[in-house]
Structure formats: C-alpha cells, structure tokens
C-alpha cells in the first residue's frame, strides 16, 4: 500500500502514576487501512486507543491525525473527536432518547447540520447498518448487536476520517457478533481506516491489513495478518496465539 499516512505516533509513552502503560510507541495508519490490534489483557491496547482521540494525554512523544498534532483542548478537540471516531465495548446510547435521535445528535450539536438534515443522514446511515426499520425504537428494545450497529452508525454520521474500535464485539451474545462484524467488514471494504481492538481473530485474518501485536505497553509485532498467525516472530505472540486458537 502507499504510504499516505492518517495516524501517527512517534515515540509516545504514557504513564498512569508510576505504571509505564505504553512504551516507546510507533505506529503508522496509512489512509484506507485497517489495523487490529491484539494482545494480552493489561498491554496497553485500550489506553493506545484512547489516546489517539485523545481521551488520554501522554507524557512524551507525538500524535498526528492527517498531518497535524493532536489539539490540546477546547474546540479543536471536540474536532478531533468528530474526525476520529469511537467504538467502545459498551454501546453508550442514550436511554431515553429515539435510536435516530442518538444517531442525530452529534450532528446537530458538532457538525451544526439542521434537524432535517441530520435525521435524513440518520436514516441513511441507519439503513447502512442494517437498521433502517427500528429508528423510532428506544435502545433497550434492542438486541446488543444491534445496539451496537446503532453506535457505529453515529460515529459515522461525523463522517469520520478514522474509526477506532475498542473490543466492539466482546460484550456480545455469540449469535449478535457477525452481524457488527460484517458491517465492520463492509466499512474497511468502502475505505475506512480503521483501527480495531478485537479477539475476533477471522476478523483480523479476512479485513486487517495489518496485525499490530502488544506486550507490556510495547508493540512488539507489526506484520501482516498472513505473516503473524502463520509465523510469529516473537514468543510472547506464539504463547498468546496458541493460548486464544485452543477456543
Ligand atoms: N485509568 C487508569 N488508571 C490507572 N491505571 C490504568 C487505567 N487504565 C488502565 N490502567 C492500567 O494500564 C494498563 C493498560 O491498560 P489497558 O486498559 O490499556 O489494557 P488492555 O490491553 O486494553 O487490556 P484488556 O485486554 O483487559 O482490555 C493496565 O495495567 C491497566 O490496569
Ligand atoms: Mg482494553
């Protein structure tokens, strides 16, 4: 792939008080490219995440989002936030509001589009995710893999330039995984630079163009899917692998 880079971190560390949570970090995202993420629990892979969008400050290094630093505050950040959207595990809709008016929302106080406008996009993207028939519904009256599909289509009614996604299936019954799955292949089919957090290990296999495996707050392989499952390099990614393909 060309390099056109989208997400850059350059020597980024991050500590929570003395805890060293990521460590000299360097990864590209090039523009249309999908990287997942994988690694054992505590690595750092949600903390890397978060710090790309900025939920999370670091202590030393640089993140660029399309060629400029990440803002510090205010207006720039509520920017950044549209231009590079979040999956999280947990679906956070709002309860007491319609599926497309949590769709809308955002759009109407981020992006300042109109009422009409912002639903009609509602609509489209809803219908993109397989949705179209429950607009009017409340969350709770749906399933969690549709819930979470209504999550994703509001991060993309910010037309994001990226999406990250944070173990966006790991809280799904098995029967509600694929479906969020096959609109996340679908995503990384039409473009979408993606990162993604996952244990979906097919998913990295059929859509990630490349593996970025964590250890301890580093990144110790960065390999295509092909290249990490089949050879491993390190034995720190052998243990995890034949720990997670036994189930
Ligand atoms: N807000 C916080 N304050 C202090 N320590 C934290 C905080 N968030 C995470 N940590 C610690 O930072 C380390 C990395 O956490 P992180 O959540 O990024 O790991 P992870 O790879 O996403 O793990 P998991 O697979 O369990 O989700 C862990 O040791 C964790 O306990
Ligand atoms: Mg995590």
Do not use: W
């Not at 790991?170 to 473009?191: K, Y």
């Not at 990630?208 to 089949?230: H, K, L, Q, S, Y």
């Amino acid at each position: 792939m060309a390099v056109d880079p989208l997400i850059e971190l350059r020597d980024v560390n991050k500590y929570y008080g003395q805890l060293h949570v990521l460590r000299d970090i360097n990864l590209t995202v090039g523009r249309g490219e999908v990287v997942v993420v994988i690694g054992p629990s505590g690595s750092g892979k949600s903390t890397l995440c978060r710090t790309i969008n900025r939920l999370e400050t670091i202590e030393s290094g640089r993140i660029a989002i399309d060629g400029r630093p990440l803002p510090e505050e205010g207006k720039g950040l509520a920017q950044l936030r549209a231009e590079v959207g979040m999956v999280f595990q947990s679906f956070n809709l709002f309860a007491h509001r319609t599926v497309l008016a949590n769709v809308s929302l955002a759009q109407l106080k981020v992006r300042k589009r109109k009422k009409d406008e912002a639903d009609r996009r509602s609509r489209e993207l809803l219908e993109r995710v397989g949705l179209a028939s429950h607009a009017d519904k409340f969350p709770a009256q749906l399933s969690g893999g549709q819930q979470q599909r209504v999550a994703i289509a509001r991060a993309l009614a910010m037309d994001p330039k990226a999406l990250l996604f944070d173990e966006p299936t790991s809280a799904l019954d098995p029967e509600m995984i694929n479906e969020v799955l096959e609109v996340m292949q679908q995503l990384a089919r039409d473009g979408m630079t993606m990162v993604v957090v996952t244990h979906e290990m097919g998913f990295a296999r059929s859509a990630a163009n490349r593996v970025v495996f964590m250890a301890d707050g580093r990144i110790v392989e960065d390999r295509t899917p092909e290249a990490f499952f089949t050879a491993p390099e390190s034995d720190r990614a052998k243990d995890f692998l034949s720990k997670i393909l036994k189930h």
